[in-house]
Every structure is written in structure tokens, then in C-alpha cells.
């Protein structure tokens, strides 16, 4: 009696509050309250991404692991969810015990779902409907590729993020913008801790404490440079083609639409994806950001050789060679797109993109010049765009060739390397940039997508003279007006481009099409370069997208300069 008296002493007295935390422990479930994301706007203020309340079937992995059997566990639940139960049993069963926070299961379900699961509440213990706020894209897939989406952390990013404070369980931006300016929109985590019964149920508990014990921070927010109905029209001039199309403003370097297709849906992210939506997102390459990715360039290229061949004096307007169906050299035959003949100058030549023409100039050049001109206008490296994944591209030379396969540079290459063939890959960014240079007679802007408060950096392009920029300019302006780039033509409008078709292999039409612009060509405002992967003539296919992308863009100036008017009469 002595021994169970002391016994009971030191349990009641000694230890009371020990044992009054555990019981308090094992009655109530401290949760971990996600902070609302930033919101995301565009540059004139309008929502692109947001955060919105949902009713959420959440689960507690730390309950989950009680579970003897998931694969039994998982054909329950997946009666009352929008999860093939094969999927939902694969999630389960990679799920830490430890996190945390709560893994939703599935959003935006119905009262009658959120019903049903509280009524079977005793068969899925840690399950939850709960009140939450979810990722939510109003636009849907027209700019995914440039803000991304969000999704629960894996074991990777959280051994990046461990000073973050981050844990499993959280929610962070997995591509584009949420992805790079992710500890900005993350906010604070909040924390509550409520009354639970042995399933993991919340109890109504009068006397109980308050639920909240500090509540989370929103986010912050950022503002992008993108214009909502420039990147509308960007989306829906690709259509369902594989390709993308980028507009930017020449003069400050801000990226007004940047649109790729395919694409998705980020809203499916806001919850686990079936491997079987993943999968066929996958095969369709919709997550590759090709507005960011290098392929051959072809005749685009044509007016950084031109520039070239003009700066070393091996070009003048004065010169005029025959083009025909091909040029011979070294006994191999350089073929042309069209096998009608004349007589050129470069005027002509850059109008009709006639690869015989610059043939014959390459066949006085080193391929040298163009390289390193190239290089004075960014290509080769990334733009240091706010978006991770850009591509650097390829810039051949003699001297990377022979590092990169042993071997020697042939006369050949310099002319497949002239009309933008041989080795050379470019991002439809690059072009952007090096037309923009082109556009500001020289100047090279430094590219962003988030808005900036400090003035725009031009980058001076020491070795072209304004003489020759003048003349390939000029060139460029006759190429929409009466040559290749007509479908882009406007009555009103001086616009300047080239059309591209860069041959590849594997595809229906065997040649990637192009088209680079920019417009009102005496004092350009607007670049516009469309990439059609695999989609034929750079005319008949990318050139009709930009001149969707210019009608948007002009017609805003004038309802704005309308409603100016309107204002100070």
C-alpha cells in the first residue's frame, strides 16, 4: 500500500504535468496552417494566378501509417475522390509518416461528396474535408509555361530548402515564375491546434482552447511585364501546333507575351496527377518550354551574315550574283528552296531568303566573322530571363568543332552556317533579343518578365556601322512589303521581318518555320518572333501568328489613344 501510495504521489504530484501534456497531446492535433501564395499580375494589374477557397479532402499521413493494408485503404477512398485507386495507392504509399502538413487528396469537391466522407469518417481515419485555399489559374493553360504551377514538396527541394523553414507537406512553385520567385510568394506558416478523437476527427470542444494560435502570412506579390491580350493572342495563333511565339519591347527589354504550345492546365497540379494524365501530358512534350529551347534558326539568320559579309567589305549593295536551284562547290551541291533564276542584290536576296545568294558571299567570309558578330548579340548564351531552364543554345565555330568532334571546318560548313543551317541553334528568346538589336540599331536590351523599377540596359553592338544596319533594315522592310513575310503585311503598317524554314528531320513538313519582325519599322516599339516546330514554311505558318500578335497590339494603342482623346475633349 505504502509503494502504490508514493507510486500515485509521484504520477499525480510529481509528474502531473508530464502526464497532462501527453493526454493533451493524444486528445488534440497540432497543425501546421499553409500561408496563402502571392497573387501574380500582369502589366496592367489583371489576375494571372491567385489563390481561391476550396473544399479539400485532405489526409494526415502520421494516421495513415496505423493502416495495415493501403491497398484496401485506397479502394475505399477512391469511391469518394476523383483518384484512380492504382494511383492513390502508389501516392500512399510513398507518403513520409512524418509530414507535417496535411496532403490534399482532391479540391473542389461538392457538399455531397464532403458529406458522404464525414458520414464514413470510422473507415478512413485521416481523412478530412477541410476548408482551403488552392492554387487557382483563371487563364487555365494560355501562360503556364511562364508562370508554372505549384505542388507538395519532395525529398530534393526540401534538402535545398531546409533553411527556408520549409517542410513536407508544403506547397511550392514547381516551373516558371512560382518556381523562381517561389520564396517570395511562399509567405509565413501559420499554426492551430485543435481536438481530435481517435479517428483524426476535429471535436467541437466549448472549453477547448482556440484553434488559431498564430495565423499565416500571405505572400507577396509580383507584378509581370506580360500583357494579358498579347499573350491571349500569342496562344491562340499556335493553335494546337507545336511551337511558340514571343513579343517583346525593344526599347526597355520587358517580355510582352511568351506563349508555347502545347500546354496544360496548372490547375490539375493543385492536387496529385494520375500517372495517366502525367503520362500523356509527358508524350506531348507539353511541358517543355519552347519559347526557351535552341533549335535551328535557318533564314532568320540571314541578317547577322549579311551584317557580317557587309562590315568586311565582302558585300555592297552594287553586288548582284545569279541565284538559281543550287550552287556547286567542291563537287557537293548546296541546294536553294525555289529553283527559279535571276539576278539578285542583297536587298532582293533578304526579301526572298535565296540561299544560292548567300552561297556565294559565304564562299569569301570566314566563318569567324559570323561567329563573332553572333556573339556580340547574345547568341550562344542564355538571356538570364527570370524563368529557369533557358537553353544557351549553339554557336559553331572552326575552333569548337574541332574541340567538340575532332574535326576540321570545311568551306562547306561556312555556307550552311551562312543560311542558318550546320550546327547552329538558337531559342526563339535569342532571336527575340538579337531582332531587338537589330530594331534599336545596335543597342541590345537585357530581357526580364517581372516588372523593374531601375531603367532598361542597352548593350551597344561595337562592330556594326549604322550605314549597313540601315541596309539590312531596309531589306527587312521589303521582305513584308513584296517578299516572303506578306502574309504579316499591313495597310497602315510599316512592319520589317524574315521568314525561316530550317530543315530538320522527323517531322511532317521536314522544316521548323520561323519568322522575326518587329514593328513600326522607322521606330520599332514591338518585336514579334514565332517559331512553328516542325510546321512548314516560315511564311505560310509563323508569319500569319505574328501578324494576329500585331493586330492586338496596335489596336490596344489605338482604343487607348481614342480614350485619351475622348478624356481632354
Not at 345 to 356: C, E, K, Q, V
Request: net charge positive; proline share 5%; with cysteine.
Amino acid at each position: 500500500m505504502g509503494f502504490l501510495f508514493l507510486r500515485l504521489l509521484q504520477l499525480q504530484f510529481f509528474e502531473h504535468e508530464k502526464y497532462k501534456r501527453l493526454a493533451h497531446n493524444n486528445t488534440t492535433r497540432r497543425s501546421l496552417a499553409r500561408a496563402p501564395r502571392g497573387i501574380i499580375y500582369d502589366r496592367e494589374g489583371r489576375i494571372l494566378v491567385t489563390s481561391k477557397q476550396s473544399l479539400s479532402v485532405v489526409l494526415y499521413p502520421a494516421i495513415l501509417r496505423k493502416e495495415k493494408d493501403l491497398e484496401v485503404f485506397a479502394k475505399k477512398l477512391s469511391k469518394y475522390i476523383d483518384f484512380d485507386k492504382e494511383d492513390l495507392y502508389e501516392t500512399l504509399k510513398d507518403l513520409d509518416p512524418s509530414t507535417p502538413l496535411p496532403i490534399t487528396l482532391d479540391n473542389d469537391v461538392d457538399i455531397k461528396t464532403a458529406i458522404k466522407i464525414h458520414e464514413n469518417s470510422s473507415l478512413l481515419p485521416g481523412v478530412l474535408v477541410q476548408d482551403e485555399a488552392i492554387r487557382y489559374y483563371p487563364y487555365e493553360g494560355v501562360a503556364a509555361h511562364v508562370l508554372g504551377f505549384v505542388g507538395q514538396i519532395n525529398n530534393n527541394e526540401l534538402k535545398k530548402a531546409q533553411d527556408r523553414g520549409l517542410g513536407l507537406g508544403d506547397i511550392v512553385g514547381k516551373d516558371g515564375i512560382e518556381r523562381s520567385f517561389d520564396k517570395i510568394l511562399q509567405g509565413v506558416k501559420g499554426e492551430s491546434r485543435v481536438a481530435v478523437d481517435r479517428y483524426g476527427r476535429v471535436l467541437e470542444a466549448d472549453n477547448f482552447e482556440k484553434p488559431n494560435i498564430k495565423k499565416p502570412i500571405k505572400g507577396d506579390d509580383i507584378h509581370l511585364t506580360i500583357d494579358l491580350d498579347l499573350q491571349k493572342a500569342a496562344f491562340e495563333g499556335l493553335g494546337e501546333n507545336m511551337g511558340a511565339a514571343i513579343a517583346i519591347n525593344p526599347k526597355t527589354g520587358e517580355v510582352l507575351a511568351l506563349a508555347s504550345s502545347p500546354s496544360f492546365d496548372p490547375n490539375i497540379f493543385t492536387k496529385p496527377v494520375g500517372s495517366k494524365v502525367y503520362n500523356e501530358l509527358a508524350r506531348k512534350r507539353a511541358f517543355l518550354n519552347r519559347g526557351l529551347n535552341a533549335y535551328t534558326p535557318g533564314s532568320i539568320w540571314k541578317p547577322l551574315t549579311a551584317l557580317a559579309a557587309l562590315e568586311h567589305g565582302v558585300l555592297k549593295t552594287s553586288d548582284y550574283y545569279n541565284v538559281s536551284g543550287a550552287f556547286y562547290m567542291g563537287g557537293f551541291r548546296f541546294g536553294d528552296w525555289t529553283s527559279k533564276t535571276g539576278v539578285m542584290n542583297i536587298y532582293d536576296a533578304l526579301a526572298w531568303s535565296r540561299n544560292t545568294f548567300f552561297y556565294q558571299v559565304a564562299k569569301n567570309m570566314k566563318a569567324e566573322w559570323i561567329t563573332d558578330l553572333a556573339q556580340e548579340f547574345g547568341v550562344g548564351e542564355t538571356t538570364g530571363l527570370e524563368l529557369l531552364g533557358e537553353s544557351s543554345g549553339t554557336l559553331p565555330s572552326p575552333a569548337w568543332k574541332k574541340k567538340k568532334y575532332k574535326q576540321p571546318w570545311y568551306p562547306g560548313n561556312t555556307l550552311h552556317f551562312a543560311i542558318g543551317q550546320s550546327f547552329l541553334l538558337i531559342t526563339p528568346l535569342q532571336a527575340a533579343r538579337l531582332y531587338a538589336g537589330i530594331a534599336n540599331d545596335g543597342y541590345i536590351p537585357s530581357l526580364h518578365i517581372v516588372k523593374q523599377d531601375k531603367e532598361p540596359k542597352l548593350t551597344p553592338v561595337p562592330s556594326i556601322s549604322t550605314e549597313n544596319l540601315k541596309i539590312v533594315k531596309t531589306a527587312l522592310e521589303q521582305c513584308v512589303e513584296s517578299g516572303t513575310g506578306q502574309a504579316s503585311k499591313f495597310r497602315d503598317l510599316a512592319v520589317a521581318g524574315k521568314t525561316g524554314s530550317a530543315e530538320v528531320y522527323g517531322y511532317a513538313h521536314s522544316t521548323h518555320g520561323w519568322f522575326a519582325s518587329y514593328a513600326p519599322a522607322p521606330d520599332p516599339d514591338i518585336v514579334v518572333v514565332v517559331f512553328m516546330e516542325g510546321g512548314g514554311h516560315g511564311g505560310s505558318v509563323a508569319a500569319p501568328v505574328a501578324r494576329k500578335i500585331y493586330e492586338t497590339y496596335f489596336a490596344k494603342i489605338k482604343a487607348n489613344e481614342q480614350l485619351r482623346n475622348q478624356r481632354f475633349r
